[in-house]
Structures are given as C-alpha cells and as structure tokens.
C-alpha cells in the first residue's frame, strides 16, 4: 500500500516540478488545491507514517533498554548519600579548613545526624561508601553506631532528675508539637482503640508529626533534635512519639540550646511548657558537660583522625567523579587528584589487558579468517554453500557449548595434551597449560569470533571480480604481485568491517574469559562483574562500564562511518 | 587463485595450491572441532569430561545414554529448559512484531533521523552484554521488573530486535516496488497489496530474523543471569552454573541436542534464503 | 510496644500452641541458599519434611546465596522483595544487618527451645554472631590433597602448610580467589603464631609479608571462585593439593569415592544460617516463622548432618547427630568440630574482616591480576 503511493507521489512530483518550471501559474491538483500544498502534506502524511511504524519499537527500546543504560551512566556520577545521610554534617563543615579537628558544633551536627541515621540503620551504608576512598571509616561508622545511643545520657539523667517530667513522653509532645497535630494524634488514637475494642482490623497510620510553631526559635537545636527523633520512630519502627522517651541526643540538644541561647530568649518563651523550660534553664549551667570530640575518639578513633574528617568533606557533594578515578586508578584527595597507590592500581592495567588481548584476537580472526573467505569466494557456488556451513554450525552453536567445550579440550588432563602425551611431543609431566591464563581466553575467543570475521570478509570478496587478477596477470604480474596490489587492496574493507565487528565484540566478553580464563585471561567485563554482585561498589562498576561504553560507541561510530550499520549482514 | 589448477602449473604453483588447501582443511578443523569433540564425549559411560581408554577403543560399553537420561529426568534441567521454552518464544514474537513494523518504516523513503533511528535499533547488538546486563539489573530492579518473567522476556526481546531489523531491512532493499504498485493498479486495496504481495516477500526476512531473535534468547547467558532470579533460571543459566559448580557431562549432552537444534535452524534459514532468491527471482526487473 | 514485636509475640504464642489459633500464612515461600550438596541436605532435612507436613505449601529454591547482600540491596531499592528466608555465612548476615536490610529477632522468641528446656539463645551460644542471624551449621574451610601423587614420591602433607611447599609437594595448587584465609595462611607458615595473626596482618608489613608468601605459589595456583570447583580440579587431576569447604571434600572423597584425602590442620571455622529479609509482609512473615521454627529445632539441624558433613549449630543437637544417610557411615568423625579433626583451627575473624575486606580485597585482585 505504502509503496504504491509512495511511487505515484514521487513520480508526480518530478511531473510537477517539471510543469513548474515550464508554467508560471501554480499548477492545481485533482481537487483543486495547489499541487505543491497537495503534495508537502503528502509528504508530511509519508513521514507521519513511517514514524507511527517505528514508534513502537523505539519507545519499547527507550523503555527496556536506553532508559537502563543512562540509569548506570547516572549511578556512577551519583553520590547523594552522603548530604542525606549527614545532613547537618555537611553543612558544618562547608567552612571547615582541615587543619584541626572540627569544632564542639561540628561534631553536635554529626551527634544528632548519626543518632538518626544508625536508627534508620543507614549508617553503615555511608561508611562502605566512604571507605571505597580512605579505608577504616566503614568500621568507624560501624563502631560508632553501636554507642551513639549513649551520647547525652548524662545530661538526659541530669535534666530527669532536677524534673522527672522530662522522662514524660507526653511533657515533651506537649513541648515540641503543633497543637493541631496533638489532636490529630488524640483523634487518631480513639479510633484506634475503638477499632481495637470491636476487633476490627486498623491499619491507618499515625499522623506525621508536625513541630510547634514557635519553639524552633527558642530552642533551635532541641527542636531540631526532637523533630528527628519524632519523624524517624514513626517511620521505621512504627512507634509514637507520645508513647517513647526521646534519644538522649535529644537532651544534648536541649542542655546546649539552654547554655547557648541568650537568656533573654528563653525567659521570653511562653509556650506550652514554659515553666519546665525555665526551670530547666536556670541550673543547666551547673550540669555536667561532655566533650563530644572526647566521646566520639572514645567510641572509636577515626574520629580523631583529619583524614576521616576530609573525606566526608571532599565527598559531601551530591554527584562525584570519585568513581571515574577510581575507575582509572586515580584518587580524589583534599589536596586533588592522585594516582592511587601502586599496590592497588589495576584497572588501567585491565583495560590496556582487554584491549591487547582484543586485537591478538583480532589479529588471529583475520590470519585464519582471510584464507577460508578467500577460498569460499573463489569455489563454486555448489562447494562454498556446503564449506559455508562448516563457518556457520560454529556460529549457530551455543556459546557456551563452544566455551565447555575448549574446556575439555584445552585442560592439562584434556584432549589436546593428551594428544600431544601420545604423540610423544610433550612429556607426561610438562603438559602445557593452555587453560585458565591468557592462552585459554585467546583460543576459545579466537574460535567464537572467527565467523564475525569470515562472513564480512566472505561478501566483500564475492563482489571482486576474477578478471581483476587475471587481467594484471596477463599483463605481467606474478601471482604474488597480483595478489598484493590488485586483489587485496579490494578485499581491505572487508577486513575492516569485520575487524571492528570482533574488537567490539571482543572488548566487551565476559563468559569466556570468566570461564577459561583463570587469573591473567580475565577482562575488564569480569571486574565490572565482581563489582556488582560480589563486592557491591556499584559506582564503580557502573564507571568501568561507563567508560567501556564509550570505547564501544565510538569503535561503532567508525563502523558506521567506514562500513554503514545497513550494511551488516548475517549468515 | 581459482579453484582448479591448471595443467601447465609449476612445481611452485602446485605446492601453494595444496599447501594452501591443507591450510585451509586445519582452519575448518579449528572451527570444528570443538563440536565434533563434544559429540562424542556426551555419549561416555563415565561422569568425566575426558575421553577414556575404552571410548578410544570404541568398547560398546564405554558409551552410554545416561547423561541424556539423565538431562531428560533430572528436575533443575527439565525446569530450565521449561523456561528457556517459555521466555525465548515470547522474547521472539515482541522483538519480531516490533522489529517489521519499524524495519517497514525505516524502509520508507522519506524518514526524519532515519541514522539515530537505525544506530539506536542496532545498539543492543553493539553494547558489551555485560552493560546492557548491569544496566537493566540497576534500572528494572527500580521498577519491579528484576526478578520476573517479564523483566527477562523484555530484556530478551530488546537484544533481539537487531536481528530482526537487519534481517528484515535487508530483504525490504532487494523489495520491487513495482509488484505493490501492479497490485495496486490492478484494484487491490493496500491491506490486500500488503498481505497478499508484500507479506510472503518479507516472510523469509521476517523468520530468519525470528530464529536469531530466537537463538539469542535461547542461548543468552549474561543478562539473565542479571536481570532473572531462580524463576526463569534458563538452559544456559543452569550450563554456566554446571561448568562452575558440578563439571556433568549432563552438560556436554545438552550441548549436543542444541547443537542438533542448531543444525535444523540453520537448515530452515537456508531453505528459506533459496526460496526468497527464488520468489525474488520471479518478480520482473 | 513495637508493632513489630508484637506481631512477633503473636506468632511466637501461636507456634507455642498451634492448634490454639489459625494464622494467615502465605502458601509459598522462596528460600535461597547455594545450590549443591549443601542445599540437597537442607531439601532432604528441612523442606520435604516441612512440605509433608503441609502438603499445600510450595516451597520454591533459589541458588542465589552467593549474590544475596548484592540482590537484597536490589530488593530493597525497587521496594519488591521476593525472598522470604536466605541462607548467608555469618559475615554476610552482619552486613546485611548493620544495613538494615535483614530482620532483627528474638531468638527465644521465635525459635523451639531445646528438649530439655534451654533456651534457643543458650542452645546456640556464641554462634548467634548478629540480631539477625539464626545459626545452622558450622562448617571450615580446609584443604585437602590427591593421594598417590607420584612426584612426592611417598611423601603425604602433614600441615597446611604443605600449600606453600613446592619443594616437596610439587604441582598445581588451587586456592580461593579472595584475601580471606589466604593471607592468614599465608602468615602461618611464614612462621607467624596462631594468636597473633590479625595483630601482623594489621600492620603495612604484616601485609606484605602475606603477599610476599602467596607470591611463592601464585604461578603454580589456579584460583577458584565457585567452592565446587576444587574437589573437580583434584579429581581430574588439573590440581594436586587446594582448599575448599569441608562438605565439598567429603562429598568428593566419601560419596564420589575420588583418590583425595583431607588435610584437617588450620582450618577455618565459619558459620552459616538464615536471615530473613526486613520488610515481608504478614503472611508471608508468619509462614516463614512457623518454617524457620521448624527448621531449626534440635532434631532437624541434627537430621542434615545425615546428608552433609556440617556440625550443628546446636549444642543439643550435637549427641543427635547419626549416620550417613545413604552410605550409612557415622559422620561424627567427619565433622569440623570432631576432636580428632580441630586439634588446631583458625578463629575467622568477623569483626577484622569487616574492618578490611574491602581494601585488602582491592589490593589482593591488583596482586592477583598482574
């Protein structure tokens, strides 16, 4: 249908241009309007459907498959964890000038902060994620996860005893929250028990709490603090603030808004609770204080480390390079970027590595590759389809078939060895070790690519003509001569085209080398691998990929340009 | 060289001339004998992976059946293969579907980006699996789909569809336009034109490119291992599994019986090429 | 009261007196654990029995274990979690709680008590390494060699040291692709003593020295990563003396009947157990409670050391423990825990290894890898 309309509005457009410039008038079609309005719409309509033809397919490819890749070039530049998980932290130390250790403040905001984070259990996230750039803070975070609940225990002690009703969850809701939300959380809680009293399933959520409005400007840090607490046992445990005692980092809080804030402020304060704060107030100077610096080396001495301090510092921006460093075995220090050292660098190595190993193979493909396309090409019809089989069965087969079976073969105990053994080339204990190194990844790739090379090779050369050769031939050149400036030149974008093929194929394998590859066949896929599903740093395996990406598109850019992707055929 | 020698040859020319077809018979041999090693070894009588004495001296009760027996009774084989059967399938007919209608529209002449269109198609075929596997791993476990039947048949279906395009594309070039337009001349409406005229000339496109959208599904490894769980743990899956756990010669004979399912494919694919040069040799001009 | 904990005690009341009330229970459950023998034991021990008892219950497997921290962190991102019990050695379990995505329990709560009244928490003791861990087995990495190697010319390894002797028992080694035992081997025949291995190998030059040590074989080792490729490596012949799971060797050497003998000298005790994901929700929650109840109690965890060579993790369990269930031989002295076989065992270290993994890991794949 398309194609038919497709003929008679090309061919009517040539007629058309052709009357156009023979009349002056404009030419009018069958229905009376302009030809050339008549025929852009046309157009238009053309380009319409052939786009609703490819639409679904593209959508479906944006969807399943483009959409996954931007989302792993995304990861390995993400780095939000470490302003979420240390909010206040980070903010602290924006104007910290790594010369001491942070100040009293500082380390409050990593109080409250890592209170909240090590009840959501996020911390330990946080500290793998930093310890990808300086080791030892992982179990810093660790440690101090399990004593950070200790931290204002003794001023929480101090302020219950001057007035057990701190201990009161009630006297801090009456405190801290919105009188709105107070009868919201009232009106809520009746028809929870009223459910409970008909046994009637509830299962409506508490309220979120709200903070009251002015206590924010009294006690900033208290109100902060209790905000925290609030929001994070309604969220991860399920639990009310009516119902539990703060955090003792609450009381740390509430004890240093009391010394800080001018006390002119506080007597100001008439809110709920004013005489308990007031009261509160007048003797907190007396209270016994903690050195938070002194608590947190306590709990464990990364804190007392510059280092530990500096990377929070230099990784508090919610995207990063770090894992593009990491990636090419750089660092990102305080003072700039580094070479990481010797002893760990590895993936500049494994990239050059793939690369080598690519184009050996490469290599390989096109010495075994040009005798057979030479020989297919130059056979009959009738006996190059029947040798054509023998390239393609390799091809149709399984790739881990052919991957198991150079295992078999390429064994210390396998078929080659003992075959050699018998033949009496290789002594029984000197077999060759042609599996699990680079000669087994080299061999057992060479094998599955061949075919990407003999096929484009194969087509190239079926469109040389014989009399080329012949003609040169006649003409005074020897075979040899012939061969080498009259045929070969014509074969080369063959060679190309299927010299790209296997090195883009080449560079991104993952099973062979995993399989037969042993410690020095591996390439940089099995490192991108490991990263996701062993060791878990999946920025950096999305950076490794990210970069083995871009090698790729680039090689297939130039295909394009040398070969055309319409020209790829198979089989 | 031409493939017969000529009788006036020199001593020179006749070495090269069966120097070059020895050379020649080993590289076919590289290429084959992986295959032909493996054939044997699944019929051995023994749980090992290397040829003993008695299969080398062809002792009837060195061979056996038991590894196919066994592929045939053991349960975590007959599921993966279950779901290698209900994932390739489905995979194929999504990739084929969407894979002519947009290998139609490309064919059209006047398609805006028709370049970015066609490199995007092709991309799945080009991207290392091991990102195309990390990225879909990262992004459907976003969206719920990692883990399920669908997240793999989508996957599948997205690796596909190059196939399906350039196999479609490619019999779409060689298309005679004039045949739609006789059609059409002729009174017949472009639904009749197309079902009736263009659809059997593509037809052999269509299925080849199928059978590779199949053959990929069916013998992918390092997506499903990503983006599936134990649920669609397919024949492949359960292979790489086996040459990394239990070395079974199970292996070696489910490899044969794919290598028989690779030998009919292939067999289709070529009765199917003879027969579109033989319908396109038909049609006039 | 936690909502949690409550929905705990609940479940915990209705295990205590199942006929006292019926629970909504899902009627299937995945369960992942590694595949293999070690899974086939936990099939025969725990499920078909389970399944007989509830013949409505689908039980489906998953070999997923060796990726679960990975896939759980997956789950936990897309908010789907399709797990409902997973089997993790105990330094997995630790970081899949300190990140939150395993479930904190009370042991005395939800698992049976011992016959003779101990509380689950007593019975398991010191195994029970994290909140979140329900201990099952006991297990050690240890090595073990091809008898009859004709280049020792009679010789048999004594110690594992062995490893690092090429002199004397030449051949391919093969040993795991990762720091972990590897360098506490490696300081041990440099001469380093039992108790002050993670001192040295806290130092730059205790590290060093690991290495220098490994360097000495690197060439000659071919380094797995999956525990059954060196009982297939012995057997074949590729290797001649490795280190794997001790369940691994005894499924090579007694059921397999392969020319290997074990090398019981400074292996590595670990532990292995469930965990069970944070976030199910109730049914599914309740239904692996009532499993895992069942699955850890004395006899049953006693039953699957008739199909593997793995202790117990059970004190009581420990006099349960009988004969092999197909071949019928006592598998008391085929436990890593057997007197005869600990006479010197390596502590694994979960908090140093937490501690350093990841960067000795970097460093030993650099090592590795040129």
New interface residues.
């Given amino acids: 249908?398309?194609?038919?309309?497709?003929?008679?509005i090309?061919r009517a457009a040539a007629d058309a241009r052709r009357a156009e410039a023979e009349q002056t008038g404009p030419v009018m079609a069958a229905d009376g309007r302009p030809l050339k309005q008549s025929l852009n719409r046309a157009?238009r309509a053309?380009?319409l459907?052939?786009?609703?033809?490819?639409a679904?397919?593209?959508l479906?490819?944006?969807v399943?498959?483009?959409?996954?890749?931007?989302?792993?070039l995304f990861?390995s530049v993400e780095n939000q964890i470490t302003s979420e998980t240390l909010p206040r932290t980070v903010v602290a130390l924006e104007d910290w000038d790594a010369q001491d250790l942070p100040s009293q403040d500082t380390f409050a905001a990593l109080a409250y902060d890592f209170m909240e984070a090590a009840e959501?259990?996020?911390h330990?996230?946080l500290g793998?994620r930093l310890?990808?750039e300086t080791?030892?803070i992982?179990?810093t975070f660790?440690r101090s996860?399990r004593g950070i609940d200790d931290l204002g225990e003794t001023q929480a002690e101090q302020f219950i005893d001057l007035n057990p009703q701190w201990e009161d969850p009630a006297a801090w809701v009456a405190l801290m929250a919105a009188p709105d939300w107070i009868a919201a959380q009232a009106d809520w809680a009746a028809r929870a028990d009223a459910a409970d009293a008909a046994d009637r399933p509830f299962d409506e959520a508490e309220p979120a709490f709200r903070l009251a409005g002015g206590i924010a400007a009294t006690l900033p840090e208290t109100a902060d603090a209790y905000r925290s607490f609030a929001t994070t046992i309604q969220q991860e445990?399920?639990?009310s603030p009516t119902a539990e005692e703060p955090w003792n980092t609450v009381y740390l809080a509430l004890y240093r808004d009391l010394l800080r804030q001018p006390a002119a402020t506080i007597a100001a304060y008439d809110g709920p609770q004013a005489a308990l704060v007031q009261e509160a107030a007048g003797v907190a100077a007396g209270f016994e204080a903690t050195d938070l610096p002194a608590f947190f080396i306590d709990m464990d001495d990364g804190w007392g480390d510059l280092k530990t301090w500096e990377t929070i510092q230099t990784f508090s921006d919610p995207y990063t390079a770090g894992y593009f460093l990491a990636a090419l075995d750089l660092q990102l220090t305080p003072q700039g970027i580094e070479m990481q050292p010797e002893?760990?660098?590895?993936y500049l190595?494994?990239f050059w590595?793939t690369i080598v190993l690519s184009l050996t193979i490469m290599g390989l493909c096109v010495l075994?590759g040009y005798?057979?396309a030479?020989?297919l090409s130059?056979?009959?019809m009738r006996?190059s389809n029947l040798?054509l089989?023998?390239?393609?069965?390799?091809f149709?087969?399984?790739?881990?078939?052919?991957?198991?079976?150079?295992?078999?073969?390429l064994?210390?105990?396998?078929?080659i060895n003992?075959t050699l053994v018998w033949l009496g080339l290789v002594a029984d204990?000197a077999r060759l070790a042609l599996i699990?190194n680079q000669v087994g990844t080299v061999i057992a790739m060479t094998?599955i690519l061949?075919?990407f090379m003999i096929l484009p090779l194969y087509s190239v050369m079926k469109t040389i003509p014989?009399s080329y050769v012949r003609a040169a031939k006649s003409l005074g050149a020897t075979?040899s001569t012939a061969f080498w400036r009259v045929y070969f030149p014509q074969s080369v974008p063959g060679i190309g085209a299927g010299c790209i093929l296997v090195f883009?194929l080449s560079?991104?394998?993952?099973?062979t080398p995993e399989?037969v590859g042993?410690?020095?066949g591996?390439f940089i896929?099995n490192?991108?691998?490991?990263h996701?599903?062993?060791?878990?740093?999946?920025g950096l395996?999305?950076a490794l990929?990210s970069i083995?990406?871009i090698l790729?598109?680039a090689l297939?850019w130039l295909y394009?340009r040398l070969v055309g992707?319409?020209n790829?055929?198979?089989? | 060289?031409?493939?017969k020698l000529p009788p006036y040859a020199t001593t020179g020319?006749r070495i090269?001339f069966y120097g070059?077809?020895v050379?020649?018979g080993l590289?076919?041999f590289?290429?084959?004998?992986?295959?032909l090693?493996?054939i044997p070894?699944s019929f051995n009588a023994e749980d090992f992976?290397?040829?003993t004495p008695g299969m080398l001296a062809f002792e009837p009760e060195a061979y056996s059946l038991k590894h196919y027996v066994d592929f045939f009774t053991n349960p975590d084989w007959q599921q993966a293969l279950r779901n290698s059967v209900l994932i390739a399938p489905m995979a194929t007919l999504?990739a084929v579907s969407?894979?002519t209608?947009?290998a139609?529209?490309?064919s059209?002449?006047?398609?805006?980006f028709k370049?970015t269109?066609?490199?995007?198609?092709?991309?799945?075929m080009?991207?290392?699996?091991?990102?195309?596997a990390?990225?879909?791993?990262?992004?459907?476990s976003?969206v719920g789909l990692q883990g399920t039947y669908w997240g793999v048949v989508?996957?599948h279906?997205?690796l596909g569809?190059p196939?399906v395009i350039?196999?479609v594309?490619?019999t779409l070039?060689g298309?005679d336009?004039?045949l739609?337009?006789a059609?059409?001349?002729l009174g017949a409406?472009?639904?009749t034109?197309?079902f009736r005229i263009?659809m059997p000339l593509i037809l052999p496109g269509v299925i080849?490119g199928g059978l590779?959208a199949f053959?990929t599904s069916f013998?992918e490894?390092?997506v499903v291992i990503?983006v599936g769980s134990a649920g669609q743990q397919t024949l492949?899956w359960q292979?790489?599994t086996g040459?990394?756990e239990q070395?079974s010669p199970t292996?070696?004979a489910?490899?044969t019986i794919?290598?028989v399912i690779?030998?009919l494919?292939?067999s289709v694919?070529e009765i199917l090429?003879r027969r579109s040069e033989r319908l396109r040799g038909m049609s006039p001009g | 009261m936690?909502?949690?904990n409550l929905m705990l005690m609940t479940t915990a009341t209705a295990l205590a007196a199942p006929a006292a009330m019926a629970q909504d229970m899902a009627d299937s459950m995945t369960l992942v654990s590694w595949g293999g023998a070690y899974q086939t034991s936990q099939v025969r021990a725990y499920s078909d029995p389970y399944t007989a008892m509830n013949p409505d219950v689908e039980i489906v497997w998953d070999e997923s274990s060796?990726?679960a921290?990975?896939r759980l962190?997956a789950m936990e991102e897309a908010g789907n979690i399709t797990w409902d019990l997973v089997d993790v050695v105990g330094a997995d379990a630790i970081?899949l709680c300190?990140?939150?995505l395993a479930m904190e329990v009370d042991h005395d709560e939800i698992l049976a008590p011992a016959p003779d009244g101990t509380s689950a928490s007593d019975d398991f003791g010191d195994l029970i390494v994290s909140d979140c861990f329900i201990p099952q087995i006991v297990y050690s990495t240890t090595a073990a060699y091809r008898t009859g190697v004709e280049?020792w010319e009679g010789r048999t390894p004594e110690s594992i040291c062995a490893i690092f002797d090429t002199e004397n028992f030449p051949g391919?080694r093969t040993l795991e692709?990762r720091p972990i035992n590897n360098m506490e081997w490696a300081l041990l025949c440099d001469g380093v003593a039992m108790e002050d291995l993670y001192d040295v190998l806290e130092t730059e030059e205790g590290i060093d020295r690991a290495f220098a040590m490994l360097d000495t074989i690197?060439e000659d080792?071919?380094?797995w990563s999956a525990a059954a490729e060196p009982p297939q490596l012995l057997a074949?012949?590729?290797a001649v003396i490795g280190t794997s799971y001790n369940g691994r060797w005894f499924s090579a050497i007694e059921e397999q009947d392969q020319p290997i003998a074990m090398l019981w000298d400074a292996q590595v005790f670990d532990l292995d157990g469930w965990i069970i994901p944070e976030g199910l929700p109730e049914e599914r929650l309740n239904r692996v409670l009532d499993f895992v109840s069942f699955a850890t109690d004395t006899q049953r965890l006693a039953d699957q050391a008739a199909y593997i060579s793995y202790g117990p993790a059970r004190a009581s369990s420990a006099p349960l423990v009988g004969n092999h269930a197909d071949l019928g031989i006592p598998m008391g002295p085929h436990m890593p825990t057997d007197p005869a076989n600990s006479e010197r065992t390596i502590l694994f270290n979960y908090e140093w290894w937490?501690?350093?993994r990841?960067?000795l890991?970097?460093?030993f794949?650099?090592?590795?890898?040129?």
């Fill in positions: 249908m398309t194609d038919a309309a497709t003929g008679n090309g157009l053309q380009k459907r052939a786009l609703a033809l490819i679904p397919l593209l479906f490819l944006l399943t498959f483009v959409a996954p890749i931007f989302d792993m990861r959501r259990r996020i330990t996230r793998s310890n990808y080791t030892g992982s179990s660790r996860g445990d399920e639990d002893e760990q660098q590895i190595m494994l590595r075994l005798p057979i030479y020989l130059n056979l009959p006996t040798l089989i023998l390239v393609l069965l390799p149709w087969t399984s790739l881990l078939v052919r991957t198991s079976a150079w295992k078999v073969l064994q210390q105990q396998g078929v003992d204990d699990n094998h061949l075919p014989p075979n883009i560079i991104g394998y993952y099973i399989l042993g410690r020095t591996i896929s490192r991108i691998a490991f996701i599903s062993d060791s878990l740093n999946w395996a999305a990929g083995l990406l790729v598109l297939y394009d992707i319409d790829v055929k198979l089989g | 060289m031409d493939h020319q090269w070059f077809r050379l020649c590289i076919f590289f290429l084959m004998a992986p295959i090693t493996i070894l992976f290397t040829f999504l969407l894979g209608l947009a139609i529209g490309l059209q002449s006047h398609v805006p370049g269109i066609m490199a995007i198609m092709i991309s799945p080009i991207v290392p699996l091991i990102i195309s990390a990225g879909m791993y990262f992004f459907y976003r989508l996957a279906a997205a569809i196939f350039i196999t594309t490619a070039v298309f336009r004039s739609t337009r059609a059409a001349s409406n472009p639904v034109t197309f263009q080849s590779f053959i013998d490894v390092v990503f492949p292979m790489f040459l990394r070395i292996i070696l489910v490899a794919l290598v690779s030998i494919l292939l694919v090429r | 936690k909502l949690k060796p990726e921290v990975a962190r970081r300190d990140e939150g280049a391919t692709r690197k080792t071919i380094w074949d012949g590729e937490a501690d350093y990841d960067d890991d970097a460093r794949q650099a090592w590795l890898a040129r």
